[in-house]
């Protein structure tokens, strides 16, 4: 028996997981990472522990299992995105705590590149929105701290990754210092139509080219991961967790849609081999994929999904687990009029504001945990619908159904409000560790696991469908009844 070995650096947890040739899961082991919120809008965590956290997962999985490293036909990474790592070469020792994507610091920064009118040549070059979620001007950023004359940054001598290149290099003992297309098309420094770093934007950050790493497709021999005695075993797949998601969800042609449901909620659509450059709040991509010759993807990424779940959880304290959500929601009826805009760092897509903050409307005497607890729940599938109401708006393409996988994609009460709220079928596949299967995917497919789409393609299977089931009048009520939440939120409007 040979195996796949799929890492996926997520915001909240690293997982390993070991996948067989019919894509069967064998193993899956799980650690937290920890995240730090030293100021308003501001997240952090500790490189060190995303590393220890990842390496830690993958020898406890084949500890667990008795799998011997050398059945392992490849490791694949799949990473939270735009997470900004830099390090410093010689002693491998990261140089400040990894600035996390949802971090707004450089929201002053952003909105200075946008007064000074980069917003169309920014789009054009990298299919992005400028704004702090991406890791450009977290790069700056952290050179600003601690190299503030880029003399180390120009000298080779601090590197800089996201969470994928700063795992492929602790796992190749620092001999690779390499990304892939879909994690560089996160940063908000690459050139999506000639697939380089772009100069002009380098020169606009003061960010020197040497600290960059090199770009491959996502499934690619990176290189060889040390396992210990004397083992290695190649990484041969490594794409941002969306991407990853979009491919394990055998989304490869246009019109094809996916949601992920995690710490944030994130619906790509494939769009084939032409970047559309979106005039509705979405952000071009690229997606995984196999070749040189890249597919993109609308994206519609949402800040604060499974999240809000979290902060019930773990700060409110009204809930003991987040699953225990679905019971507290379906105590009611309806929302009852309580909405709840958890714009924790700022609203992502459509609305791109980053000096929004949470917000709760129509509280009255009787609103209890049940109706907070709806609204937070309710509030991932508004969001959701907004972002596919702004693709409907770009593309011509009509989406039939909605893919869906992610830790909250487990919630049926969700799901369910998904689909009403959507009007739109959610389909939901048996295995929802999605975008680990996808770079288990991409991995097989660099190293010969299997030949062709339609061979990974073959194994998927459906869990549940979720079809619209609620009445027209009550889902625009609904609607509207958010919409108004929004617009009392957003400070951007005119
Ligand atoms: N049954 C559930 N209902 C609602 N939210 C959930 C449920 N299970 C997990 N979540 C939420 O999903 C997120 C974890 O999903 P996961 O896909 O592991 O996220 P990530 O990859 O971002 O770390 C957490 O924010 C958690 O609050
Ligand atoms: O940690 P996740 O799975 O919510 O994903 C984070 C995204 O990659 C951020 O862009």
Same mark, same amino acid.
């Given at each position: ?43 952090e965590q500790d490189p060190q522990d995303i590393w ?27 990473n939270?995105r735009e997470t900004t790592i830099v390090w410093d070469k010689a002693s491998g020792k990261p140089v400040y705590n990894a600035i996390v994507w949802?971090c707004?610091r450089t929201?002053?920064r ?22 702090p979620?991406f890791s450009a001007t977290k790069l700056a950023w952290i050179l600003d701290e601690v190299d503030p004359d880029r003399t180390r940054a120009k000298a080779g001598d601090l590197l800089f990754g996201t969470v994928d290149t700063w795992l492929l290099w602790k796992l190749t003992d620092g001999q690779v210092h390499a990304t892939?297309?879909?994690n560089a098309?996160r940063t908000m420094l690459f ?5 380089t770093w772009d100069q002009?934007i380098l020169d606009l950050l003061d960010i020197p080219q040497a600290m960059l790493p090199e770009v ?6 990176f290189g ?35 949601? $992920?449901? #995690? @710490? /944030? ?8 081999? &032409?970047? !559309? ?5 979405? %952000? ?79 509280? $009255?005497? #009787? @609103? /209890? ?8 729940? &309710?509030? !991932? ?5 907004? %972002? ?83 009445? /027209? ?22």
């Open positions: 028996m040979a195996y796949i070995i799929a890492l996926d650096q997520g915001t909240t947890s690293s997982r390993a997981i070991i996948f067989d040739h019919e894509q069967n899961i064998v193993d899956i082991r799980q650690n937290e990472t920890r995240q730090y919120f030293p100021q308003s809008g501001w997240v220890a956290s990842t390496f830690g997962a993958l020898q406890e999985t084949l500890a667990a299992t008795g799998i011997s490293p050398e059945t392992i036909d490849a490791l694949a990474i799949t939270q949802q707004r929201a002053d952003c909105q200075d590149l946008v007064d000074k009118g980069y917003k169309e040549q920014i789009a054009e070059k990298t299919g992005l929105v400028i704004d979620y892939d297309y879909t098309s050139n999506i139509h000639s697939l002009d491959h497709p996502s499934s690619y021999p060889q991961a040390h396992l210990g005695r004397n083992v290695m075993v190649p990484v041969a797949g490594m794409a941002g967790d969306q991407q990853a998601a979009l491919f394990g969800q055998t989304c490869f042609s246009p019109g094809e849609a996916k949601n $992920t449901y #995690g @710490t /944030g909620c994130f619906l790509l659509m494939n769009i084939g081999h &032409e970047p !559309i450059i979106s005039r509705h709040g979405l %952000v071009t991509t690229i997606a995984a994929g196999t070749s040189d010759q890249p597919t993109y993807a609308l994206e519609g990424s949402i800040f604060v999904g499974g999240a809000v779940i979290q902060w019930l959880r773990d700060i409110l304290h009204i809930l003991d687990e987040a699953a225990d959500s679905d019971f507290f929601a379906t105590k009611l009826e309806d929302n009852e009029g309580v909405y709840l805009v958890p714009a924790f760092v700022g609203l992502g897509a459509p609305y791109w504001d980053s000096y929004a903050r949470g917000s709760m409307f129509g509280l $009255t005497r #009787g @609103t /209890g945990r049940a109706h907070i607890v709806r609204a937070a729940l &309710e509030a !991932i599938a508004y969001q959701t619908h907004d %972002v596919l109401e702004a693709m409907v708006a770009e593309s011509p393409v009509e989406i039939k159904t909605l893919q869906v996988d992610g830790g909250a994609a487990e919630n049926d009460f969700l799901m369910q409000f998904q689909a009403d709220i959507l009007n739109v079928p959610v389909v939901r596949p048996q295995i929802l560790e999605t975008t680990a299967l996808g770079a288990a995917m991409l991995a097989g497919l660099a190293v010969g696991v299997w030949q062709d789409l339609a061979e990974v393609a073959r194994h998927r299977q459906v869990d549940q469908t979720f079809k619209p089931a609620m009445d /027209g009048n009550k889902r625009q009520k609904n609607i509207d009844g958010w919409k108004e939440a929004i617009r009392r939120t957003l400070t951007n409007q005119a």
